[in-house]
């Protein structure tokens, strides 16, 4: 069984900064693909950033050039640089490992 803990978020204003973390503990055999997802009120989830070992980084359009994602392979810990944040990046954040396991959650809120 594999356990996802994400911490970091929180209210920050517009153009503030933040620093996801996503420590992945239990059968972790391999992290091979580690990702940040978020989901805003009302909306579907949507791939924010994904980093897979061997082939690089994938990121929404929304967030390129803003968010950084990098992994701490010996800790199984993904993490989510996030600067410029702009209110419409308010959501709850999950981090997934695999494309199977998920987190609970971590809020976001960026006040205008």
């Known amino acids: 069984q594999v356990r996802l803990v994400e911490s970091g978020g929180g209210l920050v204003q517009a153009g503030g900064s933040l620093r996801l973390s996503c420590a992945a503990s239990?059968?972790?055999?391999?992290?091979?693909?580690m990702g940040w997802y978020r989901q805003a009120p009302g909306k579907e989830r949507e791939k924010v950033a994904i980093?897979?070992?061997?082939?690089?980084?994938n990121y929404a359009d929304s967030v390129k050039g803003r968010f950084t994602i990098s992994t701490d392979s010996a800790k199984n810990t993904v993490y989510l640089q996030m600067n410029s944040l702009k209110p419409e990046d308010t959501a709850l954040y999950f981090c997934?490992?695999?494309?199977?396991?998920w987190g609970q959650g971590t809020q976001v809120t960026v006040s205008s």
């Open positions: 239990g059968s972790v055999v391999s992290a091979n693909t």
């Open positions: 997934n490992l695999n494309g199977w396991a």
């Open positions: 980093i897979t070992r061997g082939a690089g980084t």
